[in-house]
């Protein structure tokens, strides 16, 4: 049987609490991922996901809900500034609202995590049952890689 320590990423990305949503769109989109680790005092204290960050800005800032949660960051924020025809100086003011928006203020703190050891097929049950793309792996209290469903996917032609 397949097992997620064969199928981890061991070169985890991850954030720290007081991280802005700026530093994470940028890694997001450098990196092309869509999520990581939150990390406090080498434990997981969250995920932060594109959809956590585009859920936030539309319920707390106003903005109307993206047509894809993938959609996050400077891009989003500039396509809002244009539908809504606001001008040079409303968009330093909101960009600076938005530069001051923390990880901590975003992430979810529900952490589903997964052990080394587990099967593949339990992975792929966890986030299935808990909908999600990601899931921490966790060995002794400390992050040690990190599966998602793309590890998933690949684990099938392997």
């Known amino acids: 049987m397949k097992k997620v320590k064969d199928f981890m990423n061991k070169n985890v990305i991850y ?31 969250g995920i932060v996901s594109t959809s956590d960050i585009a859920k936030y800005m539309s319920s707390k800032l106003g903005y109307i809900k993206p047509i894809s949660q993938e959609i996050v960051g400077i891009s989003f ?17 909101e960009a600076k609202k938005i530069s001051q928006i923390r990880v901590e203020d975003v992430m979810s703190k529900k952490i589903i995590s997964i052990k080394p050891n587990e099967t593949l097929f339990d992975a792929a049950n966890m986030m299935e049952k808990y909908d999600v793309n990601r899931l921490p792996v966790i060995n002794n209290n400390r992050l040690v890689g990190i599966i998602s469903r793309a590890d998933l996917i690949r684990a099938l032609i392997c």
């Open 77 to 93: 924020f500039l396509l809002k500034m244009v539908e809504t025809g606001k001008g040079y100086w409303d968009m330093k003011k």
């Open 15 to 45: 954030f720290k609490p007081e991280y802005t949503v700026f530093d994470v769109a940028r890694v997001f989109s450098r990196k092309h991922i869509s999520g990581a680790p939150v990390v406090k005092n080498k434990k997981v204290v």
